[in-house]
């Protein structure tokens, strides 16, 4: 299979690309800035892997059609740059919030506009969109993140039922907190740390380390195999869920109304007003 990346210079991009590549795959990896993937040409010259590098701006039309050419060389699209904004919802202004969504919601849209014509009429080809826990539940100060990943989900929905009957496929993996540096690139508003929130959203913060376990978050490869698992196995589900805190959140949400799913979570991170 060939296999086009999104946002592939760091954490589950790297690896789902390094990954796809070993099993034997050809990988066209993906990223804004071509100059940052110098750890991912390292190891594809080291392991002689069949993996081409290609500027790809998902926040610009123009470099999204200049980067896939020819849609028909490619099996699978894996939608993975994205950022997180953290803020107090009060604190996001316009241009905040039109750089998030911009980002993770009309970026793979733009991506997937550029190959799905081509895949309708060939009546075959496989999407995997990397969503986030966020996606199904909301959390305090996180309110653009969410947003941008529920809606991500919707899109993929639709998309799974409006084209699986002409052969195409779609899944959605849904990662909830891993050691990457997905956290090195958060966003913030101007004065931030001076807002009345601040103080409290760093406390929400550190009380989510706590659904980390002893040993802290997980490593990221467990990510990049669900990624390349879901892209390559055709029992895969829309829905993956990554990961044991995404796993127990994913399940509280389910088991009541939100009113019983805020306390349960409250009591279980220790997060009290």
Do not use: C
Request: net charge negative.
């Amino acid at each position: 299979m060939r296999v086009l990346i999104t946002g592939s210079n760091s954490g589950f991009g790297l690896l789902a690309a390094l990954g796809f590549a070993r099993a034997g795959h050809q990988v066209v990896a993906t990223m804004r800035n071509p100059d940052k993937g110098e750890a991912l040409r390292t190891a594809a010259l080291a392991e002689q892997l069949s993996i081409e590098i290609r500027q790809l701006d998902v926040t610009d039309s123009a470099s999204v059609l200049a980067a896939i050419t020819d849609p028909g060389e490619l099996d699978v699209v894996v939608n993975n740059a994205g950022f997180e904004v953290q803020s107090a919802m009060e604190f996001v202004d316009d241009d905040l919030l039109d750089r998030q969504l911009d980002t993770n919601v009309r970026g793979p849209m733009r991506v997937m506009r550029a190959v799905l014509p081509a895949w309708r009429e060939r009546g075959s080809g496989v999407v995997v969109n990397v969503s986030s826990i966020a996606g199904v539940v909301t959390v305090p100060y996180g309110g653009a993140y969410a947003a941008s990943k529920h809606a991500l989900g919707a899109i993929t929905e639709a998309l799974h039922y409006e084209m699986t009957s002409m052969g195409l496929r779609f899944a959605l993996i849904e990662p909830g907190r891993f050691d990457t540096e997905f956290h090195s690139n958060i966003v913030t508003p101007a004065g931030w740390e001076q807002s009345p929130y601040f103080a409290r959203a760093q406390g929400f913060r550190a009380a989510l380390t706590s659904l980390d376990g002893s040993g802290g978050k997980p490593a990221p490869q467990l990510v990049a195999d669900a990624i390349i698992a879901a892209a390559t196995d055709p029992s895969t589900p829309l829905h993956t869920l990554v990961g044991p805190d995404a796993e127990l959140i994913a399940t509280a949400r389910a088991q009541g109304d939100f009113e019983q799913f805020e306390a349960t979570m409250r009591a279980a991170i220790g997060w009290h007003d």
